[in-house]
Nanobody, 128 residues
């Protein structure tokens, strides 16, 4: 599956952005999806994940209460709503897809090596 992110940009601290990730396949609904980010000089880190149906979402502690992950399976699109942005949120944001056995759909996946497909990334810069 091919993934294309959009919606990044420059925003002041306290502002909001909504990232989108468009998937190329109509089988989008069978993939566990996630958002990751990578700041300069740092390793790629998990931000948020969502199960194929969208029933379960999970977040890294630093974004809980500020970010919301969602998906529209009819539109083959993943979203990340980011509110109350902070300068430390500055990074390239990537969406990722994981093909899992349906028995494991309700598990959480936060490691980069648990995902099979990646987008090219979109830059988010938060100024202070």
């Amino acid at each position: 599956v091919q993934l294309v992110e959009s919606g990044g940009g420059l925003v002041q601290a306290g502002g909001s952005l909504r990232l989108s990730c468009a998937a190329s396949e109509r089988t989008f609904s069978i993939y566990c999806m996630g958002w990751f980010r990578q700041a300069p000089g740092k390793e790629r880190e998990f931000v948020a994940g969502i199960t194929p149906s969208g029933a379960l979402t999970y977040y890294t502690d630093s974004v809980k209460g500020r970010f919301t992950i969602s998906r529209d399976n009819a539109k083959n699109t993943l979203y990340l709503q980011m509110n109350s942005l902070k300068p430390e949120d500055t990074a390239v944001y990537y969406c990722a897809a994981a093909r899992k056995n349906p028995v494991y759909y309700s598990r959480t996946y936060s490691a980069t090596d648990e995902y099979d497909y990646w987008g090219q990334g979109t830059q988010v810069t938060v100024s202070s």
